[in-house]
Each structure stands twice: as C-alpha cells, then as structure tokens.
C-alpha cells in the first residue's frame, strides 16, 4: 500500500500484511480448473451478514475514522493560522499556534490508533467467523463433492483466499475509508480556500481516472492469471512432497525440479507483464497529477504577489492538494484490493452455497433405540458421480441379521467396498433401499446413522495428534482406561507404551511416525472404543505380519461377538470362521453360504481360494 502516488500512511497502515499459507501442500488448483471471474464487488456483500454481527465496533470504527481524518485535516487549518498569525506582534502569539498543532497532532496519533484498533479487530472478527463457517460448510459436503474438487482447491479457499479478505477487512479497508474520507473533506475545504485553483485542479481529475481504469482491470487479469500459474507449481509441489519417497526412489527428483521450475518460470513470465502494466500506469498518474499540481500552485503563487491570497492559505491549499492527490492515489492502489479480495469471496462463496446431496430429512426417523444391529440393502443400483455407465452395484441385496458375522469376498471392483460407503451413507443409490435396524437410511439424519457403525478403512488414515486423540477420534468421551483397554484388544498398546511419551506422544503428519501395521492397529483401537453395534472391517489386517494378524484376529473375534460384523478380505483366511460368506463379482451377488459349502461348490469362491492357498 506505499506507492509513490500516496501519501506516507501512518504507523496503523503499516501493518504486516498476512501470508498467502505457502505451508500447505497442496494449496491452489491448477489452471485448468480457473473459476470465471467477476468484474463487479458484488460478492464481497457476502460479508455483510457477518460485519453485522459485530455492528457495534463496526460503529465505533466508523467514529474514529471520522475523527481521525477531521484530525488530519485540521492540521492545515492550524498550520494557515500559524503562518498567517503566528508573527503579528512581532511573534507574539506563534507559541499559541504551534501548541495548538501540537494538540492537534497529539489527537490525531490518539484517534488513528484508536481507529487502528476498532477496525482491525472488527475485520479479525469477521474473517475469524467467515473461515469457521467455511470449515463448517466443507465438513458437511459430501465424497461426491471432493470427488469433483480437489482438496488442494478446497484448502485454499481456506487459507489463501481467506487471506486476501483478511487483508481487505484489516488494513485496505480501513487505508480505503480514510483516503476516502480525506478526498472528501480536503476538495471541500480546497473550495473553502480558493475555488478558483480548486476548480483548475478538478480539471486533472478526469486525467487520473482513466489510467487507473484502463490498466486497473488489466493488471487484475493478469494477477489471476499469475496466481493460477502459481497454483499449478504449488499443487505439483505439494504431491511431489507428499510422494517424497516414491519420487527419490524411482529418481525423479531432477524431473519434478525441472517441472517445477517450469512452472514457476512461466509464473513469472505472466507477473513480468503485468508488473510492466502497473509500471506505466504509475508512470502516467504521478505526470499527470504532479503536473497539474505544480501549475495550479505557480497560479496560487501568483495570486499571493497579487495579495489576492494570503501565505498561509497557499500553504494550506498546497498541503489539502497533496493529501487529496493522495488520496486519488492510494483509492486507485486499495481498488486493486478491493478486486482481488472480490475474486477471493466469490470463490469462497461457491463453497459457502454449495449443498451436501447427502442431507438429513426436514422431519428425519429416529433410529430405534436400543440399537438392534441389522442392515439391509434391497435391490440396490449404484453408479458413482461422473461414472453413470458403469455400475458399481447391480441389484445387489444383502441382509445381515443382529450378532452375525458376515464377509464379503471377491475381485478387485466387484463392488465390496461400495456396500460399505451406501450403508455410512456417504452416497445414496439411484434405485433400491438400504436400511439400518429397519429404517431407510434416507428417512434418517445421517450422523444418526453413522453413529451405529465402527469403520475400520483399509487405508487407516490417522492425524497429526496424539496416539489417545488418535483412539479417542472413535469416541471424545472415551477414559484413559477405556482408551487403554482398545489399544490392547488391538494389540497395539506394546508399541504405544514403548513411544517416548506413551499416548501422550505426537504421531506426526497422518501419523507417518508409525509403520503400516501400526497405524492400522490404531486404526483398529479407534473402531473398537467407538463400542457401535456394528463394526465394518475393510481389509483391517491387510498390512499386518503373520503374528500380528493372528493377535488381532483374536481381538476382533472377540470384538465380534457382541456386534453385527461386516468383514471385506482379499485374504481368505481372515474370514473363514464368518457365519456366512457372500461371494461378489460385476456389482452382484454371484454365491453364499459358508466356507466348506462353497468349496464344495466349485464356483468363484473355490477358485479364488484355491489360487490364495496355492501361493500360500
């Protein structure tokens, strides 16, 4: 906000602007998925709502600006007196005049930080509301959603879009008002003074606006299209990070720094112009303003030989023509803000409105209470978003009775993995029903159905936290025994006790300080504090060695017994003690029946299981 063209703000204006959030991987999309940009502010009205909340220091900043600038401004009504009247008297009364400019500057350093403050802090409040409700609204969408978004593009809207609001509500707004404010009041104290030189500076207005139009929505091109070539650096930064050691063990590093430094550069080369375009339009408002400046004030120096105009009062319409002129200036400079932070809220706002398609009911069904333990899908078709021609399920049913064990085997993309994401109810069939304990998911609020099941995903994704938070994610209320007793039926309280502050201690980024098998015998102990009626296990010892398998197995028998289980396994060994194997292949139910009647069967089933022994 210092450019040449504005007057030096004060110690309140210099504050640090806040970070474009450089820290997370995958920040911005890439430029394929721009957004179309508007050319309006309308979507900074979005913020409205929020700034009401907060009306009261919102009024209170609104006063000290007021003050603040009437404060500036008498400054030159002071300084005319001093000079004009300082030395009648043989300087008799010039002490007068200049304690007097000192009061008034005193009040003018109490009024701006004043207004520094009840500004600042409106702005903090409301960006501080604005992001809590963005991050409330993106943990209600839906894997529909993410699936048509990347979590980079979501992050940041986030963090950097947040930050140019932030910047917008904190410092340009208040820099804005105030340079507004001083136009304002400094054109109608310059007519005060002489309307005559008022008018002839007026003349150079028209002059100033239009270098500021004609390259102002030129450089807010070019910026978005610095920032979306930037975005793509950073996204292929961030996986290349988070892939760090695929990318050192395949010895990719010399291509993913060349592709990232082809990226910056091109970055670069879009910023290089529109560096140049804001150049000459800096170039031609600093001629044309101190130019027309210089000849008004050769005109007012010859109206003061004249004695048509005091000294005093060329010197006051000398220092309002500097902070008006400034002022022109720095508008054109917070404009710029002002269209950036636009662009930032619309694309907030997209998130803001969009909808979850899994949503709860206006008037949703209870679940029945004691829990009872069965699911059930009935004819149930599905296709994912984006994939409507090739269904994952095809007239698929299935009905898992309260205490039973059932597992669902069979290729990869035979759709096992799906029954598990319609029963949590992260999508919803085109046709069928699925039901928990007799209640169609539909009719239910989805937390309330989620709240039956313990998952166990094959990825075993974990969090930054603890090792208890880690458990405790299964169920916040979860003791320290109860959180203890998990760990061990998971086996996995040898290795947590072994960490150097027992559950105390941080696992680090999803939890990479553990190995596979342990991060899924956490996974593991999260499903089983949760103490749901039924647990879901999705390949839930695929990354275990043979001995911890067979520990955890043991634990999950148990865990079994008093839960509906649904158990999907490439690994057939894991589930022949289910009371009942169901057999998938093309989205369908191909056989069922226990082990040793589908062996004797000799279909699908026997096949997979006598390859899966044979390399055993």
Do not use: C
Not at 136 to 165: C, H, K, N, W
Not at 313 to 339: I, K, M, N, R
Not at 400 to 408: D, H, S, Y
């Amino acid at each position: 906000m210092t450019d040449t063209t504005a007057p030096a703000p004060d110690a309140a204006d210099l504050r640090g602007r806040p970070g474009a959030g450089a820290q997370l991987a995958e920040q911005m999309s890439d430029a394929g998925q721009r957004r179309p940009k508007r050319r309006d502010v309308r979507p900074l009205g979005r913020l409205l709502p929020y700034a009401m909340r907060h009306k009261g220091h919102a009024a209170m900043a609104g006063v000290w600006l007021v003050l603040s600038t009437a404060a500036s401004l008498t400054l030159t009504v002071t300084a005319r007196g001093a000079i004009d009247h300082g030395f009648e008297g043989g300087g008799a009364r010039l002490n007068w005049w200049f304690m007097l400019l000192g009061v008034n500057a005193l009040f003018l350093g109490i009024a701006t930080a004043v207004r520094y403050f009840f500004v600042t802090k409106t702005g903090e409040r409301v960006v501080a509301d604005v992001r809590k409700g963005l991050f409330e609204r993106i943990l209600t969408l839906d894997p529909a959603f993410y699936a048509q978004m990347r979590t980079g593009e979501v992050l940041s809207r986030l963090t950097t879009d947040i930050a140019l609001v932030e910047t917008l509500l904190t410092t340009s707004v208040s820099y804005a008002l105030r340079n507004a404010l001083t136009l304002i009041g400094g054109t109608a104290l310059l007519f005060v003074v002489s309307p005559k030189l008022t008018g002839l500076v007026l003349l150079v207005v028209p002059l100033l606006l239009g270098p500021l139009f004609l390259f102002g929505r030129k450089v807010r091109r070019l910026t978005v299209a610095s920032q979306d070539r930037f975005a793509n650096a950073v996204g292929f930064a961030g996986e290349s990070v988070d892939a760090i050691e695929t990318v050192q063990a395949f010895g990719r590093e010399r291509s993913a720094i060349a592709r990232f430094g082809e990226a910056v550069e091109a970055a670069f080369v879009v910023s290089l112009v529109r560096m140049r375009a804001r150049a000459l339009m800096t170039a031609m408002i600093i001629v044309v303003m101190f130019g027309g400046v210089t000849l008004v004030l050769w005109l007012g120096a010859q109206d003061v030989i004249a004695g048509r105009m005091t000294p005093g009062a060329l010197l006051q319409f000398v220092l309002l023509s500097v902070f008006a002129a400034g002022a022109v200036g720095a508008l054109g400079e917070s404009w710029g803000d002002v269209q950036k932070a636009a662009g930032a809220m619309e694309r907030i706002d997209e998130l803001m409105r969009s909808t979850p398609s899994i949503a709860p009911p206006a008037q949703p069904r209870d679940l029945p209470q004691p829990p009872v333990g069965e699911v059930s899908m009935s004819a149930v078709r599905f296709s994912y978003p984006g994939r409507p021609d090739l269904p994952a399920l095809k007239g698929f049913s299935l009905t898992v009775r309260p205490g039973e064990t059932v597992a669902l085997v069979g290729p990869s993309g035979a759709g096992k993995s799906t029954v598990f994401r319609l029963l949590l109810r992260f999508y919803d069939p085109q046709s069928g029903v699925v039901s928990v304990d007799g209640i169609d998911v539909r009719e239910a609020d989805p937390v309330d159905v989620r709240n039956r099941f313990a998952w166990v995903s094959q990825e075993a994704p974990l969090f930054s936290g603890s090792a208890s938070e880690n458990i405790r994610f299964g169920r916040e209320t979860a003791t320290l025994d109860e959180v203890r007793t998990a760990a061990e039926e998971a086996q996995a309280l040898t290795f947590v006790e072994a960490l150097p502050e027992g559950f105390d201690t941080p696992l680090g980024e999803r939890g990479k300080s553990l190995s596979g098998g342990q991060r899924q015998r956490m996974a593991i102990a999260r499903a089983l504090v949760r103490d749901a009626p039924i647990l879901l296990l999705d390949e839930a010892t695929s990354a275990l060695d043979a001995e911890s398998e067979r520990l955890v197995q043991v634990a999950l028998e148990q865990a079994m017994e008093t839960r509906t289980t649904i158990v999907i396994a490439h690994r057939l060994a894991t589930v022949l003690r289910a009371d009942r194997i169901v057999v998938m292949d093309d989205g369908q139910v191909v056989e069922e029946g226990t082990h040793t009647a589908l062996m004797a069967r000799g279909g699908l089933y026997a096949r997979l299981a006598e390859l899966q022994f044979r390399a055993d």
